[in-house]
């Protein structure tokens, strides 16, 4: 009977991943990044795909298996949102049934359905698991990673070599994914001879790994960036770092969506922005702290009985090294450090988390009843981002950039005495969405207009026409607010401004 329902419990965690993951898959249209997932799976061949992606000096060019996969998966499903986004779904599946494996091999049954439990509401992980991006797919594979890597915690040799093959292949694997597993990779190489002491198998599990991984390190030393981090296009911060990490944390324990949108906290009010949100913020302050506290003290109380010390030291140097590897990177390259820039360390996280209640303390201790309150609070935090999940799905401040509504209302207004132009966004999600004559011609235009004389320059581009239709995608990305109405009141009245979730279109008529 126990074993019917705990097969039972595992069966409901899998309904609640695959429904989480796939509900309202197609509601948000494809935003900006989401673009330039389209845009760099294009090409005809494996081939083109590659080259564009490699000759693209920016982000994406150190993440490249995602746009090859999304080639093929497009060329399989098709172009809907709902095919585009469901390759990313699916691998949030598959990354809970991972970490549901890894779980009970270390831990056991209990640990293990806690730890897929929490993964499979993460509003962290269902975000990504529904966003054409690679995130969903980097995160399973440093899941994988972690799997095969437990074969040394058990000290398995039964197929010894075979799990070393199979990690070095998958670590390798997981560097064409992304710059972004070397560091988790070499968090858990440095983690590894820290805690367990052994020069000779730390040596045959990775050197098989470096091995495998040369021609990606190769690659990545060769880069332009390797000699100059902050030559690569990324998004850039005016935020002090410790800020960024606090984020960091915040997003991957419940999500971006669970306190203030973020449009909101690009002002500068954001800290008024925060502090309305209190009561949801204190909350999560003393669920971290009920759990860290619970946590410290199961890994520092010495007892020589507890049968995965060792590992409690790996997952937690784990998660250490990683963030200090991850707050340098930050630090180097000047990126915008956000949540998804550290997906690894979801992982680790996921996996110690039930730690905190899981050691059979005697009834009625300091100990015991800590724990337990440890335990309620897990209850919360999964909870907590139950409720970040619905705001993601159903509140519209939460929404993703709203290109499929820009685009029906420039079909529904345009005519052949009004053009509309694109100042600032993705040219290919227009496209995708059936608009082919809004003007945007890439760098060449953007040179032209953004600068002084907007208006002069706007009405050169479109042929002095009567009206224009200006749309801009992330307006704090083109120039202060209010700028373009500034800037174009030379020539223009402004006679309508429509707004959807970081997207707007003015209409602007011009002055007689």
């Given at each position: 009977m126990k074993q019917s329902k705990y097969y039972f419990a595992i069966f409901i965690i899998i309904i609640i991943t695959i429904f989480m993951r796939f509900?309202?898959?197609?509601?948000?249209?494809?935003?900006?990044?989401?673009?330039?997932?389209?845009?760099?799976?294009?090409?005809?061949?494996?081939?083109?795909?590659?080259?564009?992606i490699i000759g693209r000096e920016a982000g994406d060019k150190y993440q490249p298996l995602y746009y090859l996969l999304l080639f093929y998966w497009r060329s399989v499903f098709g172009d809907s949102e709902f095919a585009i986004r469901s390759l990313s779904a699916l691998l949030g599946v598959g990354s809970v049934i991972t970490i549901f494996f890894t779980s009970l091999r270390i831990y056991g049954k209990k640990h293990a359905l806690w730890s897929s439990m929490i993964i499979a509401v993460s509003s962290f992980g269902v975000f990504y698991s529904q966003d054409a991006r690679p995130y969903a797919?980097?995160?399973?594979?440093?899941?994988?990673?972690?799997?095969?890597?437990?074969?040394?915690?058990?000290?398995?040799?039964?197929?010894?070599?075979?799990?070393?093959?199979?990690?070095?292949?998958?670590?390798?694997?997981?560097?064409?994914?992304?710059?972004?597993?070397v560091i988790f990779s070499a968090a858990l190489c440095l983690s590894h001879i820290i805690v367990y002491r052994n020069l000779k198998q730390w040596i045959q599990w990775w050197a098989t790994a470096a091995v495998f991984s040369l021609p990606m390190i190769w690659f990545y030393l060769s880069s332009p960036a390797a000699s100059d981090p902050t030559s690569t296009g990324v998004t850039r911060s005016g935020l002090p770092i410790f800020q960024n990490a606090m984020f960091v944390i915040y997003g991957i324990l419940v999500g971006t969506s669970y306190g203030p949108p973020i449009e909101q906290l690009r002002g500068d009010d954001r800290i008024r922005v925060v502090l309305s949100y209190w009561p949801q913020l204190l909350l999560l302050l003393i669920v971290i702290t009920?759990?860290?506290?619970?946590?410290?003290?199961?890994?520092?109380?010495?007892?020589?009985?507890?049968?995965n010390q060792r590992t409690n030291y790996l997952f937690a140097c784990l998660f250490l090294i990683s963030?200090?590897?991850?707050?340098?990177?930050?630090?180097?390259?000047?990126?915008?450090?956000?949540?998804?820039?550290?997906?690894?360390?979801?992982?680790?996280?996921?996996?110690?988390?039930?730690?905190?209640?899981?050691?059979?303390?005697?009834?009625?201790?300091?100990?015991?009843?800590?724990?337990?309150f440890a335990k309620i609070a897990t209850v919360v935090l999964i909870i907590m981002n139950i409720y970040s999940s619905s705001k993601y799905y159903l509140q519209k401040d939460y929404a993703k950039d709203d290109y499929r509504s820009?685009?029906?209302?420039?079909?529904?207004?345009?005519?052949?005495?009004?053009?509309?132009?694109?100042?600032?966004?993705?040219?290919?999600?227009?496209?995708?969405?059936?608009?082919?004559?809004?003007?945007?011609?890439?760098?060449?235009?953007?040179?032209?207009?953004?600068?002084?004389?907007?208006?002069?320059?706007?009405?050169?581009?479109?042929?002095?026409?009567?009206?224009?239709?200006?749309?801009?995608?992330?307006?704090?990305?083109?120039?202060p607010k209010g700028a373009i109405k500034r800037e174009m009141s030379d020539l223009y009245n402004l006679e309508s401004e429509t707004s959807w979730p970081y997207v707007k279109i003015y209409k602007f008529v011009k002055k007689k």
């Open positions: 509900y309202l898959l197609q509601n948000q249209s494809l935003w900006f990044d989401e673009g330039w997932s389209l845009r760099l799976s294009d090409g005809t061949s494996f081939q083109e795909n590659l080259s564009n797919l980097l995160i399973f594979l440093a899941s994988l990673q972690i799997f095969l890597f437990t074969h040394i915690i058990n000290q398995d040799n039964s197929n010894k070599i075979i799990s070393q093959v199979l990690f070095g292949l998958i670590t390798a694997i997981g560097m064409f994914g992304s710059i972004l597993i009920l759990i860290l506290t619970a946590l410290l003290i199961n890994l520092l109380r010495q007892n020589d009985s507890k049968k963030f200090v590897f991850a707050f340098i990177f930050a630090e180097v390259t000047k990126i915008n450090w956000l949540p998804r820039h550290s997906f690894y360390l979801f992982i680790p996280i996921i996996i110690i988390i039930p730690l905190a209640f899981s050691e059979n303390y005697q009834r009625q201790t300091k100990l015991y009843i800590l724990s337990q820009a685009v029906q209302y420039l079909l529904q207004n345009q005519d052949k005495s009004a053009k509309s132009i694109l100042l600032w966004g993705e040219p290919r999600l227009l496209k995708y969405y059936g608009d082919s004559s809004t003007l945007y011609a890439g760098s060449k235009i953007l040179e032209k207009v953004k600068g002084k004389n907007l208006a002069e320059k706007v009405s050169n581009i479109t042929n002095n026409v009567d009206t224009v239709f200006v749309m801009v995608n992330r307006e704090f990305f083109w120039g």
